[in-house]
C-alpha cells in the first residue's frame, strides 16, 4: 500500500520505500537465521567439550586397566618361559637317565656330561678314601679326579642356563621328581595367570569399545558444530551482500526526502514573503514609505489616488489625520 504525500495525492518516494521495507525485512529474517544457527552450534560444541571431557577421564582409567593387563601378561610369560626351562632341564635329565647318547659323532648335551663327571668324581672321591692303594695309583686317582672337575667348572655356565632349580645331579632320580613338581607348579601359576589375563582383557575390551564410542560421538558434536557455523557464515555473507543494495536505496531515499523538504522550504518562504505586509517587511516598508515622501500618498487595498473613495477620503482633514494614526510613525532612513 503507497503511502499519500497529502490531499489525497500519491507519495513520489512509496515504491522506493515499499522496496527498502522488504529488503530490511530479508535481512532481519536472515539475521534470526544466522543467529539460530550460531545459538545451534554452539550448544552441539558444549555437548561435545563435555563428551571430550568424559573421553579424557576415561582415557586416564583405561590406561590403569592397560597396566594392570601388561603386568599380568608380564607375570603369565615369567611363569611360561619357567616352566619351558624346567622341562628343557628334565629332558636332558631323562636322557641322562636313560642312558641315551647323541647321534654318533656328536657330543652328549653339557647337562649330560656335566652330570655323568659329577658321578664319577664323586665315586672316585669315595673310593680313594675308604680303599687303600699304591702311591702312583692314588696319584693317578687325584689327576683323573682334577681332569674332571677342570671339565665340569668348563660345562657348569652351559649347565646353569637350563637349571631353572638346583638339583643334585648325582641323585637323577630325585632331581626329575623334583624338576617334575616344580615344573607342574609353574605350569599351574601359568593357567592362573593366563585366566585372570583373559578376565582383564575383556574388561579392557569393552574399556576400548566405550573408549571409541566416545571418541566418535565427540568427533560427530564436532562435525555438527562446525557445519552449522558454516552455514552461519554463509548466511552473514548473503546479510553483508543484501546491506549493500540496502544502504544504496536508503541513501536514494533520504537524497530525494531531503530534496522534497528543500523544495518545499524554498516555496513556502517564498510564498510567506509574498503575503508578508509593511509591518512584517522591511521590502513592503520602504515602499510604502518612498510611495508617500514622492505622492503624498500610500495605497492600501488595491485604491489609488483616482479612486473616487480614494479621494473622498483625501478631502477630508480629519480623514487624513485618521489614516495617520492608523500607520503609526514612519522611520526615515
Known amino acids: 500500500m503507497r503511502g499519500k504525500a497529502g490531499d489525497g495525492e500519491p507519495n513520489p518516494d512509496s515504491e522506493l520505500r515499499d522496496e527498502l521495507q522488504s529488503m530490511e525485512a530479508r535481512v532481519r529474517k536472515l539475521r534470526e537465521t544466522r543467529n539460530s544457527l550460531r545459538e545451534q552450534g554452539k550448544a552441539v560444541a558444549q555437548k561435545r567439550d563435555a563428551v571430550q571431557e568424559q573421553y579424557r577421564e576415561h582415557r586416564t582409567k583405561l ?3 592397560k597396566s594392570e593387563l601388561d603386568a599380568i601378561h608380564a607375570e603369565r610369560n615369567a611363569h611360561k618361559a619357567k616352566r ?7 629332558k636332558e635329565l631323562f636322557s641322562q637317565a636313560r642312558g641315551r647318547r647323541s647321534e654318533r659323532g656328536e657330543k652328549k648335551s653339557a647337562t649330560a656330561e656335566y652330570s655323568q663327571l659329577m658321578t664319577e668324581i664323586n665315586s672316585l672321591e669315595d673310593k680313594f678314601q675308604t680303599t687303600s692303594s699304591s702311591t ?5 686317582t687325584m689327576e683323573r679326579i682334577k681332569r674332571m672337575k677342570r671339565r665340569a667348572e668348563e660345562l657348569e655356565p652351559d649347565v646353569t642356563k637350563f637349571e631353572m632349580v638346583n638339583v643334585d645331579l648325582s641323585n637323577l632320580d630325585e632331581a626329575i621328581a623334583t624338576l617334575k613338581a616344580e615344573s607342574d607348579d609353574a605350569h599351574k601359576l601359568f593357567v592362573e595367570a593366563l585366566q585372570r589375563a583373559d578376565e582383564k582383557w575383556a574388561e579392557y575390551k569393552e574399556g576400548l569399545d566405550h573408549r571409541d564410542f566416545l571418541k566418535a560421538e565427540g568427533d560427530r558434536h564436532h562435525q555438527e ?4 557455523h558454516q552455514k ?5 555473507e548473503k546479510i553483508t551482500e543484501m546491506m549493500v543494495d540496502v544502504n544504496k536505496a536508503r541513501e536514494q531515499l533520504n537524497l530525494a526526502i531531503e530534496e522534497r523538504k528543500s523544495w518545499m522550504t524554498d516555496h513556502n518562504d517564498s510564498v510567506k514573503a509574498e503575503m508578508k505586509t509593511g509591518a512584517e517587511s522591511d521590502e513592503v516598508a520602504d515602499k510604502l514609505v518612498k510611495s508617500l515622501l514622492s505622492d503624498g500618498e500610500l495605497m492600501f487595498g488595491g485604491l489609488g489616488k483616482d479612486d473616487p473613495s480614494s479621494k473622498k477620503k483625501r478631502g477630508s482633514p480629519s480623514s487624513k489625520k485618521k489614516n495617520m494614526r492608523r500607520l503609526g510613525p514612519i522611520r526615515r532612513r
Open 63 to 65: 590406561d590403569l586397566v
Open 84 to 90: 619351558d626351562a624346567i622341562n628343557t632341564q628334565l
Open 136 to 140: 702312583k695309583k692314588e696319584k693317578e
Open 225 to 228: 558444530s562446525v557445519e552449522h
Open 232 to 236: 552461519a557464515d554463509g548466511v552473514h
